[in-house]
């Protein structure tokens, strides 16, 4: 029993990455994609919404080391609470860089994001979801942020209202803004801008009085793919928080074995 119980010496571990790799090759990003963590972003309705985002971390690696520290990475994440704040993003990307002794930092965060929404007609209440993603840098203490939000929609050919005698086909469409702003944009106004630019926005739950008219609507409003990144990039212009975007429309081809593709980028 007391031969079990005898404390050893801690044996000393080999640190392979901070050997001197001979390559000469400095890395841009390393580090670790993939990791599953709770969030906190702000909720225009209700102040906060929790969610659970797919999180990367990244720093430069040097070209006089063998490799990065994976694990301090989610040392760094981990530090910060149960919960991370988006608040949180420029102390967390300072963390890293003092952690991993980088010169930048990166760190992209992806989550599901809830909105209630009523339907037009009936006017039930459920809820939509959309994918909503922050991509930070850091190089020393300046910071880039980049804002995207997916969101689907519909759209109905305008050429195919003009030829038809029966009705036009249509079908669901995925718009992804990216902006950078000089102030704050709420991830519920980029929705509003994608879902006004479209031939009609998307509802979790309809009823037959609501199907009715969300068809009709999109039937009153054909929109090219070509219409819907330029619909939003006007609202985009308006908005003189937005200083750069990047605005991409896929149609999923009711008709065609392929899908139609645009986009338009300012800044």
Request: net charge neutral; with cysteine; aromatic share 8%.
């Amino acid at each position: 029993m007391s031969r079990i119980s005898q404390k050893h010496p801690p044996v000393k571990l080999d640190d392979k990455q901070s050997e001197r790799d001979t390559r000469e090759l400095r890395i841009d990003k390393v580090g670790v994609r993939g990791l599953r963590f709770p969030i906190q972003v702000r909720d225009k309705a209700r102040s906060v919404q929790n969610t659970v985002a797919t999180i990367g971390m990244f720093v430069d690696l040097p070209k006089e080391f063998k490799g990065t520290h994976m694990s301090r990475f989610v040392e760094v994440l981990n530090a910060h609470g149960n919960v991370i704040h988006v608040e949180n993003i420029a102390e967390i990307l300072q963390s890293l860089q003092k952690k991993l002794n980088s010169a930048t930092s990166h760190i992209e965060i992806e989550f599901p994001y809830f909105l209630s929404k009523k339907s037009p007609v009936s006017r039930l209440e459920s809820l939509m979801d959309y994918t909503a993603r922050f991509d930070a840098a850091a190089c020393g203490a300046e910071i880039d942020f980049v804002l995207t939000v997916k969101a689907n929609v519909t759209t109905l050919c305008p050429c195919s209202k003009a030829i038809a005698k029966y009705g036009a086909h249509n079908q669901r469409g995925e718009v992804t803004v990216q902006i950078r702003s000089t102030k704050s944009v709420w991830i519920e106004d980029v929705i509003a801008m994608i879902e006004g630019s479209a031939s009609s926005e998307l509802y979790a739950l309809l009823k037959r009085q609501d199907e009715k008219a969300v068809t009709e609507r999109a039937y009153e409003n054909p929109v090219f793919v070509e219409d819907l990144v330029r619909n939003v990039a006007l609202r985009l212009n308006a908005d003189t928080r937005v200083s750069w975007y990047k605005v991409e429309a896929e149609n999923f081809e009711s008709i065609h074995n392929h899908n139609a593709y645009a986009c338009i980028e300012k800044g």
